[in-house]
């Protein structure tokens, strides 16, 4: 449309011009006083429309190093909400809350409370890729309540596990990774922030929990603390501190039936998780030891004690056992030595803080009807398999085959009724699936946003019946874009694992049931590769794998060529007796089990997700 034509006077053009201009303005004045589809908190509280009743919060974190912000939840799985309570003790500004997938600040879900010099606002935002902040046109946070107590400022809000908008997390099962941030001046208005520029962190929680009962302990339950005794927290960042605890002597078998974390108070942000294992039984003697784990001159003993009996992440609630089972602790055959592993994350360098903490098992000796246990699934602890380095996803897949499970497992099979996902910094998700007859059956757990600094048991939504014959596939995500060399397996916190620790009864002979490549194939891979780039002068089979993996020239063709081999190439299967022997047969150059039918991605936001209770039922073997 044009404006201006011959028949209009200069007068006419100037009033529209200063009436358009008038009405910019009152737009502009407007948008500053007001954020669009923010809430301002002075009108929240002078009318408020339904007061919200009292909430029980039954799982709670603390956020920052210091606990100034404290987050508590629940859950309504019939509304598919979470409810969430944050405490602010110390009041400035504002505050930010969100999650994003790895705990980046960068294309984050946020929930901001900010002050523009005069009013506050309350709104559902995000952040870019730069991560500049932006009002969401979509607003999915609920504020039900914004109010002073004597400790500290209370948020009150909600929002639907699923909103349907993209800029906001899909709530899950798995962790959750939340980032927070202090605002410690005014905000003319929102887009004035930029997460980069604010003091911010990040926490990690399994939000989706059981809506499940806790069950009812024996009456003749009795508790075993382990814990490191007067520990003098170190002024560093990271501290892995380990501690060998002796069981009584002649300690009878008993079932742990549950257990649950000690954590001293004024240490609950600072003790971030902690793990206790069990030391082979064909260890005679473990020296006492209080120190950090990565000391050189740790006892050598200390890498016996390997096997996981307890883990506890922040946040995370107490562990039961399933009515019907129990793990062993004590008897013939058992050994009198734990280790204790405590990792405190200690950002702001706090120094002269003792702690004691540690986890508290809960014992019976009226022995359950079935010994729980433990078995590995994923890949076996080698350099054979490996991740390219600059990589934004890559996979690995480990495999508890059918040769495996049917030479090993009982008529009924085993019920898995929880599991500890595991993989060392590079690890980005884990998934393992349980296949029947070429069938994806069912995935056994699952943790797309996986974090190697968050790793805890986890109970799974139903418990997973693993008969003879049938495949467990254990699949990791990685990512090495900040690695210039490829990451080897291995024990080392730069090597890397693929492991899912799973927990089961009836308990059976099978303590490791995992795989990696055939390392004549490997061979075969490195000679192709460095003909391919000219290379004449191979030192294949002359020196290690990780120093042949080093070797190469990484390029797309050297890492689809290696997926490729991965996927296809035999496999060596270590099905192991907990004697750490092979049961009897052929485990060498297998095939890769065949998988005819995948199951669909699917969302697991149904009642009862992955956590900290057991089921109060089991079925029958």
Known sequence: MRICNKNLRLQDVTIMYFTALAALMVILVASYQAPTNAIELSSLKSNPSHPPPPLPMPFRVPLDPRGNLQLAWNISYADQEVYMELRVAELKHGVVLGMSDQGELTNADLVVLWDSGANSYFGDAWSDSEGHVSLDSQQDYELMEAKHKPDGFYLLFKRPFSTCDPRDYLIEEGTVHIIYGILDKPLASLEQLNL???????QRVLMLRPDTPSPTLPPDVQTLDVVAPNVIIPNQETTYWCFIQKLPENMPKNHIVMYESVITPGNEAIVHHIEVFECSPDVSDVP??????DDNMKPGKLNFCRHVLAAWAMGAEAFYYPPDAGLPMGGPGSSRFLRLEVHY????????????????????????????????????YTPIMAIPPKQHTFYLSGYCTSKCTQTALPPGGIYIFASQLHTHLAGRGVRTVLVRGGKELEVVQEDQHFSSHYQTIRV???????????????????????RSKPAVGGFG????????????????????????VDPGYLQKYFNFINRFHGNDQCVCGEVGVTEQYSQLQWDAFTTEVLDSLYNTAPISMHCNQSNARLFPGEWDKQPVPVVTSILEKTRHTSRGGALSTSRPLTPPI
Do not use: F, Q, W
């Not at 006492?288 to 784990?293: A, D, P, Q, R």
């Not at 540690?358 to 000796?365: A, E, K, N």
């Not at 799974?460 to 900040?482: S, W």
């Open 196 to 202: 980069s520029r604010i003091h911010t962190g990040v």
């Open 288 to 293: 006492e030891y209080s120190g950090s784990c």
């Open 493 to 516: 916190i730069m090597e890397e694992m693929c492991v899912n620790y799973i927990h089961y009864y009836p308990r059976t002979k099978l303590e490791l049931c995992k795989s990696h």
């Open 460 to 482: 799974l939504r139903k418990m997973a019946n693993v008969l003879p014959g049938d495949v467990l596939i254990t699949k990791c995500t990685y990512n090495t874009e900040d």
């Open 345 to 380: 994350h200690n950002p702001l360098l706090i120094s002269g803080r003792p702690d004691s903490s540690g986890i508290r098992l809960h014992y019976s000796p009226s022995l359950r009807r079935y010994d729980a246990g433990i078995m590995e699934l994923g890949l076996v």
